[in-house]
């Protein structure tokens, strides 16, 4: 896969730490397991370009998307989408989740451009503004992290 948005990503495989031991590297899926989740949560159609490139350089292992406890992306996907139906939320637009933590999730939405914006989806919250935009989109998301990263030398 030819990679467009997430070029920093790309170059920079390896999660910055001052321990060696927390230097993981990023592991992605193939082309075909991003087909099986494009007919599961798409209905087949393609998802926005920088989400497949996410999902090929590091959907089986990101250091700037956390994916949970989860053991695949269809998992992770499956879980949150029954938390949202246990809790009486939904959204009405197709939409993948790109990262949990605690009972909060990030996600896009799978009908907007090539590097959709993520938003922040808080199901516990008994306000009807739920979702909220986190100003960013994944490209900008992951080069932010990278560039802290980098700046700060990792967290350990």
């Known amino acids: 896969m030819e990679i467009e948005y997430l070029q920093k990503?790309?170059?920079n495989p390896r999660r910055y730490s001052k321990r060696e031991e927390f230097r993981f590297e990023i592991k992605g899926i193939s082309i075909d397991e991003i087909q099986s989740l494009e007919k599961l949560y798409n209905n087949g159609n393609h998802f926005p370009k920088s989400l497949?490139?996410?999902l090929f350089l590091s959907g089986n292992y990101s250091y700037t998307f956390s994916w949970g406890i989860n053991d695949s992306?269809?998992?992770m996907q499956e879980r949150v989408r029954e938390n949202l139906k246990q809790r009486g939320k939904m959204i009405f637009k197709p939409y993948y989740i790109i990262e949990v933590y605690d009972d909060r999730f990030f996600f896009v939405y799978l009908d907007e451009?090539?590097?959709p914006q993520i938003y922040d989806g808080n199901p516990w919250s008994s306000s009807e503004d739920w979702i909220s935009s986190v100003d960013k989109t994944i490209k900008e998301f992951v080069e932010f992290d990278i560039d802290r990263m980098i700046e700060y030398g990792g967290v350990n």
Request: aromatic share 0%; proline share 0%; hydrophobic share 15%.
């Open 9 to 11: 990503l790309k170059e």
């Open 73 to 75: 992306q269809k998992e």
């Open 113 to 115: 451009e090539d590097d």
């Open 52 to 54: 497949r490139e996410l």
